[in-house]
């Protein structure tokens, strides 16, 4: 399942391959699950609107969509009055779930099984969204998308402190709730637990001021090492096979129960909380 940095890395990739370009039409598939707004409002949004921008907000990737460029930088067809306000604005929310991908292609490559919407570009191109399990999710909305929780690469240390203040669910858990932070995934919970040496069964009041300021700054540095990890390969996944395996990013614990901890040997220990794997080293994390 993709988790924050890799749906930032595509995010980005995203932006910088389609940021400009015109949704000149758009197909639907049959498959009800993908599609969490009404097939005809999620065409009316997305055709003939302007890519204005691609980015991330918690695991959703957000295409902004504009109309009023497509005037300014065409001119061709006149958009009726009554459109200019809240029609001229919206944002195309996609959740990629567990196997969904968004890949540019041309389009006389062939389209994959699974394929649930294409978006047909001015610049020749298609966006094409698939998923296998069916998991992930596409949207629009008119009004803004925030995530339910706080953004972990922007929240203060106090806002985040504040977060795990008085929860008696292991840390583990807070890390992985998504109304606390939006975005923390499993691997990204225990990379960053390892690194502030707290251990993953810990409740999480009982961290003090020190551990929470340790797991802060290790929240922070393990979700930005693995973006720039996977952001020299951007190209690779955007492509039409787009599966290209991007992540260098080293895992110390995570998938590796029974090896020797990196820095002190001890085996790393694996343990269930609340039906989720959780790995750590018994000798560094407290
Ligand atoms: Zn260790």
């Not at 929780?149 to 240390?157: N, S, W």
């Not at 720039?228 to 991007?246: E, I, Q």
Request: a positive charge; aromatic letters at 6%; charged letters at 25%.
């Amino acid at each position: 399942m993709p988790e924050l940095p890799e749906v930032e890395t595509i995010a980005r990739g995203l932006a910088q391959n389609l940021t400009g370009d015109v949704i000149e039409s758009v197909w639907l598939g049959n498959q009800p699950e993908p599609l969490k707004s009404p097939p005809r409002e999620m065409v009316n949004a997305l055709e003939q609107a302007c890519i204005a921008g691609v980015r991330r907000v918690g695991k959703h990737i957000v295409v902004d969509l504009n109309r009023e460029g497509r005037v300014a930088a065409h001119g061709k067809k006149q958009i009726p009055r009554f459109a200019r306000n809240h029609q001229d604005v919206a944002q195309w929310i996609v959740h990629l779930g567990m196997t969904g991908r968004l890949l540019i292609a041309k389009p006389d490559v062939a389209v994959p099984k699974h394929t649930h919407a294409i978006l047909r570009l001015r610049s020749g191109r298609e966006l094409r969204f698939v998923d296998p399990r069916r998991f992930g999710r596409l949207a629009v909305v008119r009004h803004g998308f925030e995530a339910p929780g706080a953004e972990p690469l922007d929240v203060g240390f106090e806002s985040f402190a504040g977060l795990f203040r008085k929860r008696q669910t292991p840390i583990k858990s807070a890390l992985l709730n998504q109304s606390l932070l939006s975005g923390i995934g499993n691997i990204y919970a225990d990379e960053s637990l390892f690194r502030a040496g707290v251990r993953p069964r810990r409740r999480a009041a009982s961290l003090t001021r020190a551990e929470l300021q340790r797991l802060y700054e290790a929240v922070q540095e393990v979700l930005k090492e693995a973006i720039a990890a996977g952001g020299s390969s951007v190209s690779d996944y955007v492509d039409a096979n787009g599966d290209a395996g991007f992540f260098q990013f080293q895992h110390r614990v995570y998938g590796r129960a029974g090896e020797p901890c990196l820095v002190c040997r001890t085996p790393v220990k694996r343990i269930v909380i609340a039906g989720r794997s959780a790995h750590y080293c018994p000798k560094c994390q407290k």
